[in-house]
């Protein structure tokens, strides 16, 4: 069942969110607010997801250094860690 974390991104399940050490939000998709973090509204409603330095996903490089505090580590996804691998399985 899909997880939605504070981070605005939906999880395959509640494993993976918290493999991902996001704050659970609710079961099921998160809803599309225009960007993933309500606090970072002067950020750009653009698609150019990136791996922060810390480790979680980001919609894009400024929802990164705005909520997150970070810099952006990688273009896309994050790499799931070995040990997130097993969440894969659950549905």
């Known amino acids: 069942m899909p997880a939605c974390g504070k981070d605005g ?3 395959r399940n509640l ?3 918290k493999c991902n050490k996001a704050e659970f939000e609710n079961f ?3 809803e599309d607010k225009g960007e993933n973090f309500v606090k970072c509204d002067k950020c750009p ?3 150019d997801p990136i791996c922060g330095t810390d480790g979680r996903n ?8 705005c909520r997150g505090n970070c810099k952006k ?5 994050c790499p799931q860690e070995k040990s997130c ?5 659950v549905l």
Do not use: I
């Open 9 to 11: 991104v939906t999880y």
């Open 15 to 17: 494993c993976e969110l």
């Open 28 to 30: 099921g998709k998160c």
């Open 45 to 47: 409603d653009v698609l």
């Open 58 to 65: 980001y919609k894009n490089s400024c929802l990164c250094t």
């Open 73 to 77: 580590y990688s273009e896309g996804q």
């Open 85 to 89: 691998a097993r969440c894969a399985g």
